[in-house]
């Protein structure tokens, strides 16, 4: 248990944060898609060694997370990834979920799979040199949704692959992901983001998962990305923070979360609002309040690299400029 504390603590150290680049093959080829790049395993791993050989990423970054095929996968000369990561003082993690399906008898609800063999896969990663892990469960909101059923099957889930993570030595990144699709209100956000947090912390306690050596990867509590009146970064605070502070333990270390579409910005003035309002970890939030963003710290440069050689530069420092912008939300010093 202690070296699960150690791994959680040094993943909340120093004012950093995570960086998701887990996206599986489907997903990355559709974003390398829409910036007119070409959709290979060549073209993967020379995006993914962009990302990892950014200067100063360690500065802001503490732990990275990735898909299978990037831990497995070697720079041209032979050096794996995950060497290159280390080496830069960065932690490995590693998605485990296989993706959200169809929830059977629940249309328009999916379920997160992936429990079969997983013990065995996670000792694999940890042997690659993975600590941490995540895996996601995605909630939509929408004409009596999310149901009850869809809920406790995705924090049971939840539950029994964090309980795995812990057994075979990996801190399990817990993301039940309330999604920003559709016309929701804030408060309908809120209200769904209370009862599935509700649901995986009962289904964690019923595990035996350790809340001392796991992170939360929530949504923040906001409107649908296409409702018309959108909050302030304050009102993005008082709401999330409020509806944590009625659910989340203070045993946690530590709660990271997702953008889930948010621009970067915006993501970057949301959690710095919380963190100058509520000065985490204090006795009003008592977790550090932290980030494990992927679009809102990838985006720009994904766009900028467009898959040439000659943007590189240009890419890491747009990259660079996301994260540094992330660690002084954490701070509450960002200002866009
Ligand atoms: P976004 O920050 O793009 O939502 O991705 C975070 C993540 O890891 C989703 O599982």
Redesign the pocket.
């Known amino acids: 248990m202690n070296h699960l504390m150690e791994t959680a603590r040094l993943m909340l150290a120093d004012h950093k944060g995570l960086l ?1 680049m ?1 996206e599986s093959n489907g997903t990355c080829n559709k974003r390398f898609a829409s910036a007119g790049i070409e959709q290979t395993e060549q073209a993967r791993r020379r995006y993914r060694e962009l990302i990892i050989t950014t200067p100063g990423l360690r500065e802001c970054i503490s732990g990275v ?1 990735l898909y299978d095929e990037t831990i497995r996968q070697a720079r041209a000369d032979g050096t794996p990834l995950v060497k290159i990561i280390a080496d830069s003082g960065i932690i490995t993690g590693i ?1 485990v979920d296989v993706g959200a399906k169809d929830l059977a008898g629940h249309a328009g609800e999916k379920i997160t799979e992936g429990l079969d063999g997983l013990r065995e896969r996670l000792r694999d990663y940890f042997q690659i040199g993975a600590r941490f892990a ?1 895996w ?1 469960a995605v909630i939509g909101i929408g004409n009596g949704l999310p149901s009850p059923a869809c809920i406790d099957a995705n924090a049971h889930a939840l539950a029994r692959y964090a309980a795995l993570c812990q057994e075979c030595g990996l801190v399990p990144v817990v ?1 039940p ?1 309330v999604l920003m699709d559709g016309g929701h209100t804030l408060a309908q956000c809120r209200e769904a983001t209370e009862r599935i947090l509700r649901s995986v912390f009962d289904q964690l306690a019923a595990q035996g998962v350790a809340l001392e050596g796991m992170i939360l ?1 929530p949504n923040m509590a906001l409107p649908s990305l296409t409702y018309p009146e959108q909050p302030t970064p304050a009102e993005v605070a008082e709401a999330t923070v409020g509806v944590l502070r009625r659910v989340v333990p203070p045993e946690l270390p530590g709660i990271a979360f ?4 948010q621009s970067g910005v915006l ?1 970057s003035e949301r959690l710095n609002a919380m963190n100058s309002k509520f000065k985490a970890p204090s006795a009003a939030a008592p977790w550090t309040l932290t980030f ?7 985006q720009p440069a994904l766009e900028i690299w467009a898959g040439k050689d000659a943007n590189r530069t240009a890419a890491q420092q747009a990259l660079i400029h996301r994260a540094k912008c992330n660690r002084a939300a954490r701070k509450g010093q960002y200002s866009s």
């Open positions: 998701a887990d997370i998605k995540k996601r993301e992901e990867k997702l953008s889930g579409g993501a494990s963003f992927a679009r809102a710290i990838q």
